[in-house]
């Protein structure tokens, strides 16, 4: 385990210098948020949730309809988060609870879909942009956490790396508006990716020492998702849209029972 993780951790390095020697020549104006895109191809999910609700779009097949709402439910659920201090927190307090803590690690699942992805990337972004060297790994279905950040390119990804498709070096992207990196979903078999899924942990690991943070978006991910990531102590955030929705209600009550100090946080506006 350890030349596996000295050797990752050699190749990250170099990714990270090669990045940091090759700046932008100008910023470009800031993208619109996830919901505004067309949506990609349904990609791999290595922590996918089978009975979590994709996001709805106008073109939706009819097998994908909405999980109906449990009106009468949703007054209870949305009490009990305040009950338990789960206000959304916003963007700026996400970013300097991560800074003022240390954080390495921070986990965002979006019970909502691909739209509350938006939370991961603008915290990322933002301590990105206060001097961190900060990565963001897109582990969603559809690529909603990459696909802004790269205008929509489909590049080489964490599927990659898991199939051994490419190095670090070569799945290690500039953010095209901020000073963060992303390692997007990939364009790997996913069937492949998934078979060396139990790589995950020394991925997100090596990653870690060589980043100042690590940011994971899991899209819809259950607790047993999540739990393949292997990353213990990391900060758990349930990125949420509407706190009234149920389903933002039933993942953090599942989420607070095994991570007690795990938060909602909204994006409050557009990426």
Same mark, same amino acid.
């Given at each position: 385990m350890m030349p596996l993780l000295a050797g990752a951790l050699a190749g990250i390095?170099?990714?990270v210098a090669f990045f940091v020697l090759r700046r932008r020549r100008a910023r470009q104006p800031e993208p619109e948020a996830p919901g505004a895109r067309e949506p990609a191809p349904e990609a *791999?999910?290595?922590?996918?949730?089978? /009975?979590?609700?994709?996001?709805?779009?106008?073109?939706?097949?009819?097998? &994908?309809?909405?999980?109906?709402?449990?009106?009468?439910?949703?007054?209870?659920l949305a009490a009990e988060s305040q009950k338990a201090g789960l206000e959304p927190?916003?963007?700026? *307090?996400?970013?300097?609870?991560?800074? /003022?803590g240390g954080a390495a690690s921070a986990v965002f699942?979006?019970?909502? &879909?691909d739209e509350a992805?938006?939370?991961?990337?603008m915290v990322a972004r933002e301590t990105a942009d206060l001097g961190l060297r900060v990565a963001l790994v897109d582990l969603t279905a559809s690529g909603a956490a990459s696909r802004p950040m790269l205008d929509d390119a489909a590049m080489p990804g964490i599927t990659d790396l898991l199939a051994?498709?490419?190095?670090?070096?070569?799945?290690?992207?500039?953010?095209h508006y901020s000073n963060c990196h992303i390692l997007p979903v990939g364009t790997a078999d996913p069937v492949r990716a998934m078979r060396a899924a139990n790589r995950l942990p020394a991925i997100l690991h090596s990653l870690a020492r060589a980043y100042d943070l690590v940011v994971v978006e899991c899209g819809p991910a259950d607790l047993r998702g999540v739990g393949r990531l292997g990353l213990e102590g990391a900060e758990v955030f349930v990125s949420v849209l509407r706190a009234d929705d149920i389903r933002v209600g039933k993942a953090a009550a599942a989420f607070r029972s095994h991570f007690p100090d795990a938060a909602l946080v909204g994006p409050g506006r557009a990426v």
């Open positions: 390095l170099v990714a *791999s999910a290595i922590l996918a949730n089978d /009975d979590a609700p994709k996001a709805e779009t106008a073109d939706s097949p009819s097998s &994908g309809e909405s999980i109906p709402r449990d009106e009468s439910s949703e007054p209870v927190l916003t963007i700026e *307090s996400v970013v300097r609870k991560l800074v /003022d699942i979006s019970p909502e &879909g992805a938006a939370s991961a990337i051994d498709e490419a190095r670090f070096s070569d799945v290690i992207h500039a953010d």
